[in-house]
Nanobody
């Protein structure tokens, strides 16, 4: 059974870097044709795509976040990590990791506030 679990701090100060890790079980993140994404949902708004990492490690990002977002992976831990730099209160959201087979994590609420 494939499971994804987000983890990281729930409160980040403005101008700092948000870091969230998605731990995957039930399938290797290097499995062919697996794509791993981060999306978020700000309060009262719709879903926003942040970026994607394919099974090769190649990444792509939303143009609106590309300058601040970075996705990396630790294949030994079967994890992939989102870093979002220079955060502002507008980055407050529930952050989700998911894959292209529609498996989602439960979501992690992150609040940006001093």
């Amino acid at each position: 059974q494939v499971q994804l679990q987000e983890s990281g701090p729930d409160l980040v100060k403005p101008s700092q870097t948000l870091s969230l890790t998605c731990t995957v079980s039930g399938v290797s993140i290097t499995t062919n044709n697996m794509y791993w994404s981060w999306i978020r949902q700000p309060p009262g708004k719709g879903l926003e795509w942040i970026g994607i990492m394919q099974f090769t490690g190649k990444t792509a990002y939303s143009p609106s976040l590309e300058s601040r977002a970075s996705i990396s992976r630790d294949t030994s831990q079967n994890q992939f990590t989102l870093q979002l730099s220079s955060v502002t209160p507008e980055d407050t959201a529930v952050y989700y990791c998911l894959n292209n087979y529609h498996y989602w994590g439960q979501g992690a609420q992150v609040t940006v506030s001093s």
